[in-house]
């Protein structure tokens, strides 16, 4: 049966002297629901996850599993790892290298009452999930990464978890494994109907494997979102750089039609539309972030043909193999556009024409970002 996982303003503090590892972080897992945490090293992502294992105990807050309180400052309820029913993956394989593969799996089973007969159908129906039925009989040395990790997989899954929690799990693979693991988890978690916590640093693999992706800083989440929502509504700057928002423009936020603000860029006479938040007010200075593929270049005879278009030259072009990187210089600025396809349509000096979707570039405040990102947690 699927459960519901709530962390309520949990925090922890390593050390007084130091800020705490984890801030404040509340969030609700629905039943069967995949939560990415996102972040750069060292923002608390371990540190959540140990402290909904139990492996690591909170400074305050709450975690509970359904209605039970495995955790709470308040109360003092503290329910011991062993008895919370969490599988756990973690970046390293920790597999016994002494073992078969279907010792390695059945190791977490050694100490429940199980008859013979329902060991061995639990750890071949768990290997068959991951799909190393044919390789119950190895050593685990002699297996690829991949696999190995498949059996760490197994042995987090074989009793039987309510809530699986998986750190990094794939970033000792290399690209190709990393990419056909990771549709692969999130089969196996949804076919079970397990409710996950998943930590990565690796935007697209978030977004890939996570129903709802919580990005985090210095140990505060600052935005929890579907992956579609954070790609077109982020909340604050980090949140849409660290999510692949590359280009970022300054200037001052001249008057607010709705959602959108007028902003006048720096250094030159020109306005463009953006969505500002709500709390930017006439005047102040914005940072205007857009994503390099969701500007779109045409040829100087295609004015009119799309929103906001404004003259440009393109400065360089990098081949990429299945899409081409232009530099383009355009209102005494420089902004970098991706174009799809293996046949670039502009080369260097090219005059062209710079489409910027007023609802795909936003204004964050220049100062206080982190305030911002407050209003939105
Ligand atoms: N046992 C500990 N004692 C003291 N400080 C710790 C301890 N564990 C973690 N920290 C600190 O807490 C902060 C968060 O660490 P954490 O391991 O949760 O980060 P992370 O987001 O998992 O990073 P990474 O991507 O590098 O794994 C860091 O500043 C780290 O140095
Ligand atoms: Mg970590």
Not at 8 to 34: C, H, M, R, Y
Not at 59 to 86: K, M, W
Not at 88 to 106: D, L
């Amino acid at each position: 049966m699927s459960v519901a996982l709530t962390v309520g303003n949990l925090s922890k503090s390593f050390s007084p002297d130091l800020p705490p590892a984890v801030d404040d972080v509340s969030f609700v897992a629905a039943p069967g629901e995949i939560i990415v945490l996102l972040g750069p090293s060292g923002c608390g992502k371990t540190t959540t996850l140990r402290m909904v294992a139990g492996l690591e105990q909170p400074t305050q807050g709450l975690i509970r599993i359904n209605d039970q309180a495995v955790y709470e400052s308040a109360t003092g309820a503290l329910v011991a790892p062993q008895h919370r029913q969490i599988g756990m993956v973690f970046q390293s394989y920790a597999v016994w290298p002494h073992m078969t593969v279907f010792e390695n799996v059945a190791y977490p089973l050694r100490r429940r009452r199980l008859t013979k007969m329902e060991l061995r159908d639990r750890v071949t129906d768990t290997l068959k999930l991951v799909g190393l039925e044919d390789y119950a009989g190895r050593s685990v040395v002699a297996l690829s990464g991949g696999q190995m990790q498949r059996v760490a997989l197994a042995r987090a899954l074989v009793y039987q978890p309510r809530i699986v929690l998986l750190d990094e799990p794939l970033s000792n693979l290399d690209a190709k494994l990393r990419i056909r693991l990771r549709d692969d988890l999130r089969a196996i978690i949804k076919q079970l109907g397990l409710t996950a916590l998943y930590v990565t640093h690796d935007q697209e693999e978030a977004v890939v494997i996570g129903d709802r992706i919580g990005v985090m800083r210095d140990g505060k989440l600052l935005q929890m979102s579907a992956a579609v929502d954070l790609y077109n509504n982020p909340a604050d700057l980090f949140v849409a750089n660290f999510t692949g928002v590359t280009n970022t423009l300054s200037g001052r936020m001249v008057n607010r039609n709705g959602v959108y603000g007028r902003v006048n860029l720096d250094g030159s006479t020109a306005h463009i539309l953006a969505k500002v938040p709500e709390a930017l007010r006439d005047g102040e200075a914005v940072l205007v972030g857009l994503r390099p593929e969701n500007i779109m270049l045409s040829e100087p005879t295609a004015a009119g043909s799309a929103p906001q278009q404004f003259a440009g030259k393109i400065m360089r072009r990098r081949f990429h193999g299945g899409q081409s990187v232009y530099t383009v210089a355009l209102l005494g600025t420089k902004l970098d556009v991706v174009e799809l396809g293996t046949a670039p349509r502009f080369a260097p000096d090219a005059d062209v024409l710079v489409g910027i979707p007023p609802d795909l570039c936003w204004a964050f405040p220049a100062a206080g970002l982190d305030a911002v990102a407050e209003e939105y947690v």
